[in-house]
């Protein structure tokens, strides 16, 4: 078995409509181990929810990242707690939002905090997908194809699965992919919030945008530049968009 | 010099504002005759400009109103999606009997997502009626809600006066429990306001950009706390 090289890239911009209302960006990400190569990897994305009911949210889309950093730091190393991951995640965010309420008190309290949460990690053998909320989550493969791990959650309106809900383990959605087990490999991973996604005409253009990012980052060296030409792309694509945030991670291993 | 590009190409026609349909199905049968169509015309001429306000404060989505008309025969008053800044209102006669399951299932074929070009956002679908079908409400429900677009909408029903179908009303907005109810508009002034808010509320929730949880329960604390009765006098 070979050993895949892993880099990373992300960036986030404000939302036309959320400068309008001088709203903070209310998403967050991390992408690791950026443009010098790893074994591992770690991309995630977070989406805070925005009104005024959770007016935290972007302190708690960064709790989010932060949290699923530190509850997969030691995950690869014993696969078979996937069943308890979602629960450790949140109880992991919780604690960081209580910390949070404890310095600066609110009326809302954990609530004020919500945020959705996608992300994908890999190790040498291993491949984690993972999602709570709305967003975008999609892995690309030698063969061109770029698939979705996870169905669309079956909720009404621009209702999301969210952090600050009391039972939101339940509704993580996880797929661990083994190496040795599987008859071929995403060499692609590409997460993103919501504000990406719904800026285009539709769900095919989405895609086809997300299969060009794995063309062009068949390029190893030209992803410094892509990291350099992120936020103008996305200022691009929200300003003639969905007007929310918008933010984005890849991760590549060719 | 590497003239490659970067980033994915951002051709003019990948992008798109997001599309809001508004749709309102209002009971025109003869019991709506008098203060009652009045009242509502009155209403939706007045909700219009607060409609256009919200829609103009959220301008990276598209607001697109259409309205049906239901007595005997339901039928469109508006059918072709009208940019909300450019609605104007001709006022609806009242006469005839009460289509409600004739106009949801106009709504529903309207609202087929085969028909809608375009990313969307979940419909806004508003009905309003003081009375009980007299078609065959029951299947015409079913049909409605094969469409997975009208299973996904924000439903606001309007119970106008004191005899109306209010189970029928509960139906059409299927929302679980300490969700929406339908809201009572049992005097002029009461309608005015529903109509109001049923036109506002749901388009401004909808259009701005957030994700939450809640924002059924939310809009649904709304209503009861925005909507209280505004006197006794009852239709």
Redesign the interface.
């Known amino acids: 078995m070979n050993h895949l090289m892993w880099k990373t890239a992300g960036a986030s911009v404000l939302g036309a409509s959320h400068k309008r209302r001088n709203l903070p960006n209310q998403d967050a990400w991390l992408a690791e181990p950026g443009l010098d190569a790893g074994s591992s990897f770690l991309i995630a994305v977070a989406d805070g929810h925005g009104s005024p009911r959770h007016h935290r949210s972007d302190t708690g889309s960064l709790l989010a990242v932060q949290a699923v950093k530190e509850t997969l730091a030691w995950f690869f190393d014993d696969p078979e707690s996937l069943p308890e991951l979602a629960e450790d995640l949140h109880a992991l965010w919780l604690q960081s939002v209580r910390e949070d309420l404890q310095a600066r008190p609110c009326e809302e309290g954990v609530v004020a905090y919500g945020s959705t949460l996608v992300a994908v990690a890999g190790s040498g053998k291993h491949l984690l997908a993972l999602q709570l909320g709305d967003g975008d989550l999609l892995l690309g493969y030698p063969d061109g194809a770029i698939e979705r791990p996870f169905a669309e959650d079956d909720l009404v309106g621009e209702e999301t699965y969210s952090l600050c809900m009391d039972n939101a383990a339940r509704f993580v959605k996880r797929r661990l992919y083994n190496r040795e087990q599987a008859s071929r490999w995403p060499d692609f991973a590409f997460v993103s919030t919501d504000g990406v996604s719904k800026s285009f005409v539709d769900g095919e253009a989405f895609a086809s945008v997300v299969a060009n990012y794995r063309d062009l980052s068949a390029d190893g060296n030209s992803l410094k530049s892509t990291v350099e030409a992120l936020p103008g792309w996305l200022r691009e694509v929200t300003d003639n968009g969905s007007g929310d945030d918008a933010t984005l991670c890849i991760a590549t291993c060719r | 010099m590497?003239d490659?590009?970067?980033?994915?190409?951002?051709d003019?026609?990948?992008?798109?504002?997001?599309q809001l349909h508004v749709v309102l199905a209002l009971d025109c049968s003869g019991s709506m005759r008098g203060e009652r169509i009045a009242s509502l015309n009155y209403a939706i001429r007045s909700a219009i400009p607060e409609l256009q306000a919200v829609a103009a404060d959220?301008?990276?989505?598209r607001v697109l109103v259409r309205v049906l008309r239901f007595g005997t025969v339901a039928r469109w008053h508006i059918e072709e999606p009208c940019p909300v800044e450019e609605l104007e209102w001709e006022d609806l006669q009242a006469g005839g009997e009460t289509a409600m399951g004739s106009a949801l299932r106009l709504v529903g074929e309207a609202l087929d997502p085969a028909r809608l070009e375009?990313?969307q956002?979940?419909p806004v679908i508003v009905l309003a009626s003081d009375g009980y079908p007299t078609d065959d409400i029951d299947r015409a429900m079913a049909d409605f809600f094969s469409h997975e677009t009208v299973?996904?909408?924000?439903r606001i029903a309007i119970a106008i006066g004191s005899n109306t179908d209010l189970e029928t009303l509960e139906r059409f907005i299927d929302a679980p429990e300490g969700r929406l109810k339908p809201l009572r508009a049992n005097n002029a002034p009461d309608l005015v306001k529903s109509i109001k808010w049923a036109t506002t509320a749901p388009v401004k929730?909808?259009s701005?950009?957030?994700?939450?949880?809640?924002?059924?329960s939310?809009l649904a604390a709304e209503s009861t706390r925005v909507l209280e009765p505004d006197s006794s006098v009852v239709w």
Do not use: F, I, Q, Y
């Open positions: 590497n490659r590009p970067v980033t994915p190409a951002l003019a026609a990948l992008l798109s504002r997001r959220n301008p990276e989505v375009g990313r956002l979940p299973a996904k909408a924000t929730a909808t701005s950009p957030t994700n939450a949880p809640d924002n059924a939310a």
